[in-house]
Nanobody, 125 residues
Framework: QVQLVESGGGLVQSGGSLTLSCTAS????????MGWFRQAPGKEREFVAA????????YYADSVKGRSTISRDSAGVTAYLRMNSLKPEDTAIYYC??????????????????WGQGTQVTVSS
């Protein structure tokens, strides 16, 4: 069972940037799909971005499209989410997750088998 650990969260001012990292306990991102999700207090977990297993296709929520970039390292051990022009509404716990199999349904949390514990991102106005 692959273990995922997120890092890179913190407190940032509105308009600032952050790069979140997701480190796996074994090579996984070069053979499996991965996604980033977030959950704000009192809200459901929502899709942020995803990367297909072959690294070819990226997916973004409308709320972050154009100011976020999802990527992974060549070893398939670490994945990243770079977020620019952060807004207070980006405040949430951010989770990374892995989905095996075809790159289908990557926007749905229920499709993912493994999850990290999350990292808090707080954007001050």
């Amino acid at each position: 069972q692959v273990q995922l650990v997120e890092s890179g969260g913190g407190l940032v001012q509105s308009g600032g940037s952050l790069t979140l990292s997701c480190t796996a306990s074994e090579r996984t991102f070069n053979t499996n799909n991965m996604g980033w999700f977030r959950q704000a207090p009192g809200k459901e977990r929502e899709f942020v971005a995803a990367l297909s297993w072959n690294g070819v296709t990226t997916y973004y929520a409308d709320s972050v499209k154009g100011r976020s970039t999802i990527s992974r390292d060549s070893a398939g051990v670490t994945a990243y989410l770079r977020m620019n022009s952060l807004k207070p509404e980006d405040t949430a716990i951010y989770y990374c997750a892995v989905k095996r199999g075809p790159a289908i349904g990557l926007r749905r949390p229920s499709e993912y088998e493994n999850w990290g514990q999350g990292t808090q991102v707080t954007v001050s106005s």
